[in-house]
């Protein structure tokens, strides 16, 4: 089992920055080396969405077009952690972040697909208003 932690949510105002942690942690040995890790996040009456994901072996990273230049996700593979540091944030980047944990078995990965993801954290609320 992988367990996922996250923190760093909050309220901000528009404009303003959050960083997000996901502590990722499981059985003796485990390294993010062989997963990829996601951030999604869930607005009120909107189903959830792929932020940002980035893959443990070799740090190739996604983002969705909404984040891009604003967002910044990042990976410290011996402390098991990942972060989400998220700058000039709107109005409409409130939500539940959740980080999400995917075993890749090859080379194949899709980042923003929520159905491959394996193991879920309870999430972290961002709330950004205007």
């Known amino acids: 089992q992988v367990q996922l932690v996250e923190s760093g949510g909050g309220l901000v105002q528009a404009g303003g920055s959050l960083r997000l942690s996901c502590a990722v942690s499981?059985?003796?040995?485990?390294?993010?080396?062989?997963?990829?890790i996601g951030w999604f996040r869930q607005a009120p009456g909107k189903e959830r969405e792929a932020v940002s994901c980035?893959?443990?072996?070799?740090?190739?990273?996604y983002y969705v077009d909404s984040v891009k230049g604003r967002f910044t996700i990042s990976r410290d593979n011996a402390k098991n952690t990942l972060h989400l540091q998220m700058i000039s944030l709107k109005p409409e980047d409130t939500g539940v972040y959740y980080c999400?944990?995917?075993?890749?078995?090859?080379?194949?990965?899709?980042?923003?697909?929520?159905?491959?993801?394996?193991?879920w954290g309870q999430g972290t609320p961002v709330t950004v208003s205007s």
């Open positions: 980035i893959r443990g072996s070799d740090g190739s990273t």
């Open positions: 499981g059985f003796p040995g485990f390294t993010l080396d062989f997963y990829a």
């Open positions: 999400a944990a995917q075993l890749l078995t090859s080379d194949y990965w899709l980042p923003p697909v929520a159905n491959e993801y394996d193991y």
